[in-house]
């Protein structure tokens, strides 16, 4: 069996479900209702093999966790959890509550579902492939299965609770801050094999420092004899004679052997590193532990050759059993060994230069992948549950390489092969800040958890996998695309040539010290090369989704037949409801800046790239590099690319055109020359020639106009980048309404009249208007929907001088308008292949029709009561539908 779905309430982060709760569609499912109230719970799906929580800064990413733990296990609800926002947080008597948790179940075995059968009475004859587990206030246990459409309820009793805990699966956690020590003492590893063993002297199991400290203290005695015969009479009338430098030797002497200097986490922690060296050496290296014990004997006898000889046997058996360096990709001649050190096994490291290091001289990184690694492979099957994997933040020690090594880990845990150590199927679930260990490959493995405000707590964002990577842009920062990262502000290019080169030319100018409006802030816009001007349209589709955020993006496009398809794409009516995919003021073709910039020759081609911007000797110097260094031409040939030959040739084309026949054409090669190799080696020479002492006059006038064009272009780009932010930081048309609704709340908190409505939602209306060149479409379609129900369910144009009836059922429907444009933006799936097609058609979103969604047709049932005519607003701010029904 495995888990399918974790229901969450009243816990920590996690309030209750508020996009469901004013969901007017919805139709409560039994565990729902607390008093006959609805309090939805939060719902997250999980995947069969692996999920992926991520999320940002107190999201309730690591809340989920523990959230998952307490759900399965029953075990540690505490009172000081419950939701502190939540209405039900009280300090009264008798009212005192503990958070609320379920879990959905499937997958079964045969003997599972015999096993439940036994325990719940009334199964005895039901058919079943999931069942729904709910943990209510901490002691309430109850199971629900969904029977015929309907869910029916069955209670489980204390001694029924514990049975059913049995079948349910094992948490299995990976010590993410646990790393392998740099050494262990052997006789320790003994102890931890034998728990029996009774042979090994104090001295022998302490660390390192712990014996150094000792020996340090008894060195006081060798410099000063004396002391020895003053502490022999320690306990006889002497004893104020002993030395206070003897006594604080003796002091070192037994707070070492007694470990006083450690506190208890650093004792806790220490044993853990000492439990995986003994997973290390004893699990999967199969050392017994009587070898161990004659190393040491050996060691202590002087018997060099024999302990040398064990200690080449324990690295084969390392060698054979470990198999690291198929997982750490890093370094394929990877290689873990061990020495006898003293009274330790000390772990060395050998890498491809076949160099030698302690665990000391390498990175942090290296040690707590080696420990996750040993984790998995020491783990032991369940004999007779499943498993399921909790892991928070693994990314923390980890480079982004090793976080993709990881990955692989994670699915030899959840699909093992059939020669694997582990005997079933392990469910994964773990947190992460980090791109790097988000699997491009599964979409559909990512959560994404949003922190809502004030008492709308942690909710899961349902369309993470439809907009692709979008959602995850505010919650890991830099966020993952198809392609690349893309930020909260993005400049979308053509290709990495482009990319390369104004990060380069960025770095340089402000090197110069040049004006931040002259220059980019790489910190604050990331440079996203789209592999052509051809994929720019889905990029920008893809950066900025269908949600109602979107980020900020501008693009730079050449001046050429690709560049003007590419804007004509953006700019016709193929985005979201045939609106542009982005406006004019966002998309900058060079051309545009072509009387600004300063260009080899008058006639030069019209097609303009942005190499062209560059001068002709840099751009000559930055390719001879590029032949002498990659393709290794020799010098007469590259002798033969000179300025004159080249600028010839630019009246009818570009300057990396020209430069390829030039070469062409005196060279015998038929080699092409790449954009990116000559990219980075504009930015070697322009960074070359501004250090040196002495340059010449073709150089020097190569470099101002260098600066001279690309300060003009991030000027530009410049006030592109804040006008499209600037958009982000203007108040959202939630925001408006939310501060509208407030108002109206506040002078009307019992009642109103039907006319004091009319006024708030016209005024809601105009800001649709006003706004509807700058939101999303679809946003303002739904709330003039919910509008539009407000007004007729509750007759507000009929009578208006009388007071609203069900005044406290209006403002329920007053907090839909503000959600309207959240549920909406998550109701259907727009076809990514559309994007550039004629016009955009919306299909069944499936993500959100999969089996999680199992009460779908229920939720839906009392959709038809939704206005079906859609409406555009007129510049009146008014519905045309509304105009029809509106009394004159």
Not at 14 to 24: A, H, I, Q, S
């Amino acid at each position: 069996m495995y888990l399918k779905t974790v229901f969450i309430r009243f816990y920590k982060s996690f309030n209750d479900d508020f996009l469901r709760k004013n969901d007017e569609r919805v139709k409560p499912k039994p565990w729902e209702q607390v008093d006959e109230t609805f309090y939805p719970y939060i719902e997250v799906p999980i995947e069969e093999k692996i999920t992926t929580i991520v999320g940002a800064n107190e999201s309730g990413k690591s809340h989920l966790l523990s959230a998952l733990e307490k759900a399965i296990t029953g075990k540690e609800i505490e009172r000081s959890d419950f939701c502190r926002y939540s209405p039900f947080f009280t300090v009264k008597q008798n009212e005192l509550k503990y958070p609320d948790f379920g879990t959905e179940w499937t997958g079964f075995t045969d003997d599972q579902k015999t096993k439940l059968r036994r325990i719940i009475a009334g199964l005895e004859n039901v058919s079943f492939d999931r069942i729904f587990v709910f943990r209510e206030n901490s002691n309430k246990t109850t199971v629900y299965l969904r029977e015929q459409g309907e869910y029916k309820t069955y209670k489980v009793d204390k001694d029924q609770a514990l049975k059913l805990q049995e079948i349910l699966p094992e948490i299995l956690k990976i010590e993410s801050d646990v790393a392998l020590p740099s050494n262990i003492p052997i006789k320790k590893l003994v102890e931890l094999g034998d728990q029996g063993y009774s042979q090994g002297r104090k001295f022998e199991i302490l660390d390192q420092n712990q014996r150094n400290k000792i020996v340090d203290a008894l060195d006081i005695f060798n410099k000063n004899p004396g002391l020895i015969k003053e502490v022999q009479n320690i306990l006889g009338p002497n004893v104020e004679k002993v030395d206070g430098q003897g006594l604080e030797a003796l002091k070192t002497i037994v707070s070492a052997l007694d470990e006083v200097n450690y506190s208890e986490a650093e004792k806790e922690k220490r044993e853990k590193q000492f439990a995986l060296a003994y997973k290390l050496i004893c699990k999967i290296a199969q050392v017994d532990t009587n070898a161990l014990i004659d190393l040491t004997e050996a060691i202590k006898n002087g018997m060099q050759g024999y302990a040398n000889g064990i200690i080449e046997k324990i690295n084969r058996q390392l060698a054979i059993n470990l198999n690291f360096p198929n997982y750490w990709v890093q370094d394929r001649n990877f290689c873990l060994k061990v020495i006898a050190r003293d009274y330790d096994l000390v772990f060395t490291i050998t890498d491809r230069t076949g160099t030698e290091y302690s665990f000391d001289e390498r990175s942090q990184g290296l040690r707590y992948f080696l420990s996750y690694f040993i984790q998995y492979r020491s783990h032991e099957s369940h004999s007779e549950k499943s498993e399921i994997l909790l892991m928070d933040e693994p990314d923390a020690y980890l480079s982004s390489q090793a976080q993709q090594d990881l990955l692989k880990i994670f699915d030899l845990f959840s699909s093992p092969d059939a020669n694997s150590h582990l005997k079933h199927p392990i469910q994964v679930i773990y947190v992460t800040h980090s791109p790097f260990l988000i699997d491009k490959n599964h979409g559909e493995r990512i959560r994404v958890l949003q922190k809502g405000n004030e008492d709308e707590g942690t909710r899961v964002v349902k369309d993470a996998a439809r907009n692709h990577y979008e959602p995850l842009r505010s919650s890991i920062g830099p966020y993952v695309g198809e392609t690349t990262f893309i930020g909260n502000c993005n400049l979308m290019v053509e290709g990495l040539s482009d990319q390369i080169l104004i990060a380069g030319a960025t770095t340089y100018l402000r090197s110069r010290d040049i004006s931040n409006l002259e220059t980019l802030d790489l910190n604050q816009i990331t440079i996203v090369p789209s592999g052509s001007a051809s994929h720019i349209p889905y990029q920008v589709y893809l950066a900025r989704g269908r949600d109602v955020e979107q980020p900020a993006v501008i693009v730079l496009l050449d001046s050429d037949s690709s560049g003007d398809d590419a804007k004509k794409h953006l700019l016709g009516k193929r985005g979201q409801h045939r609106k542009p995919l982005l406006k004019e003021e966002f998309i900058l073709q060079l051309g545009d800046l072509r009387d600004k910039f300063v260009l080899e020759a008058e006639n030069i081609s019209m097609r303009l790239e942005i190499e062209d911007i560059i001068p002709l000797p840099i751009c000559i110097a930055a390719t001879k590099h590029y032949l002498r260094e990659f393709l290794q031409i020799n010098e007469l040939e590259i002798d033969r690319l000179s300025e004159d030959v080249v600028r010839d040739k630019l009246a009818s084309t570009t300057i990396l055109d020209a430069l390829q026949e030039s070469f062409t054409q005196s060279s015998q090669n038929d080699l092409k020359i790449n954009k990116v190799g000559c990219a980075r080696n504009v930015i070697k020479v322009v960074n070359e020639w501004a250090q040196a002492k002495e340059v010449s006059e073709t150089q020097s006038n190569a470099l101002t106009t260098f600066e001279k064009n690309f300060r003009y272009l991030f000027k530009k780009l410049n006030e592109m980048q804040r006008y499209a932010q600037q958009k982000l930081t203007d108040e959202k048309l939630t925001q408006k309404i939310e501060r509208l609704k407030k108002d109206f709340n506040a002078r009307y908190p019992i009642s109103a009249k039907r006319e004091d409505a009319v006024i708030l939602l016209d005024e809601i209306e105009r800001i649709l208007y006003i706004n509807k060149e700058n939101e999303s479409s679809k946003e303002i379609e739904a709330i003039g929907i919910v509008i539009q129900n407000l007004r007729r369910h509750f007759k507000l144009d009929i009578e208006m001088n009388k007071s609203i009836d069900d005044y406290s059922g209006f403002q329920s429907g007053l907090e839909r308008i503000k959600y309207a444009g959240l549920l909406a933006s998550q109701d259907k799936e727009i076809s990514h292949d559309s994007v550039l097609n004629e016009g955009l058609e919306e299909i069944p979103n499936k993500s959100q029709a999969d089996d999680t969604s199992i009460n779908k047709k229920d939720d839906t049932n009392e959709n038809e009561s939704l206005v079906k005519d859609r409406s555009s607003l007129d510049k009146s701010g008014k519905t045309n539908s509304q105009k029809k029904t509106r009394p004159r």
